[in-house]
């Protein structure tokens, strides 16, 4: 038997697959969490922040995701990793969440976090974010995966939403 290791990358082609047969955002949102969470072992919960008006402040909102329950289910984007990463429109990847002052904990089992937000027409409109139980599990490969999988969101978001 040969042992196939699923390489980030080769998930690439399944996730355009699945935006082209997607009918609703939400339904892409929760495939790309599902097939992320299915395929990549160190990816030990996945889901999609999106922006939201709260009381005329910007909110990022939960939205599907795979993995235990969050107490964070609406950040302010002057808050946690997540806020960075919207306000600054810059994937954030952090090796040690211990060492990272700006970071709020889910789970005591988190060690590493990466952050994309998603673009539509120019403007942040949310973001993916994974967190994994292993020290620096989101290296060069895993940074290009989910830049591609949150732009494929955008991309379906631009041509599908009003
Ligand atoms: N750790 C994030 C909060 C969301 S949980 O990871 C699901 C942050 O620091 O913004």
């Known amino acids: 038997m040969t042992a196939t290791k699923?390489?980030?990358m080769d998930l690439a082609s399944v996730?355009?697959?699945v935006a082209g047969e997607a009918t609703t955002a939400s339904g892409l949102m929760t495939a790309i969490?599902?097939?992320?969470?299915e395929k990549l072992p160190n990816y030990n919960w996945v889901g999609f922040y999106m922006l939201e008006k709260d009381a005329g402040e910007d909110m990022l909102a939960l939205g599907p995701f795979r993995g235990a329950a969050t107490p964070h289910t609406?950040?302010?984007l002057n808050q946690g990793i997540c806020g960075a990463a919207a306000s600054r429109g810059e994937t954030v990847v952090v090796d040690d969440?211990?060492?990272?002052?700006?970071y709020l904990a889910c789970s005591l089992e988190t060690k590493s976090e990466i952050v994309v937000p998603i673009f539509v027409r120019g403007?942040?409109?949310g973001e993916l974010d994974i967190d994994s139980h292993v020290p620096?599990?989101?290296?060069?490969?895993d940074r290009q995966l989910c830049e591609h999988?949150?732009?494929l969101m955008g991309t379906w978001l631009e041509k599908h939403a009003k």
């Open 149 to 151: 999988a949150a732009a």
């Open 33 to 37: 969490v599902n097939l992320l969470h």
């Open 74 to 76: 609406r950040i302010p």
């Open 97 to 102: 969440v211990a060492a990272d002052p700006r």
């Open 6 to 8: 699923t390489i980030p």
């Open 123 to 125: 403007k942040v409109v």
């Open 136 to 141: 620096a599990a989101f290296g060069a490969e």
């Open 15 to 17: 996730l355009d697959s």
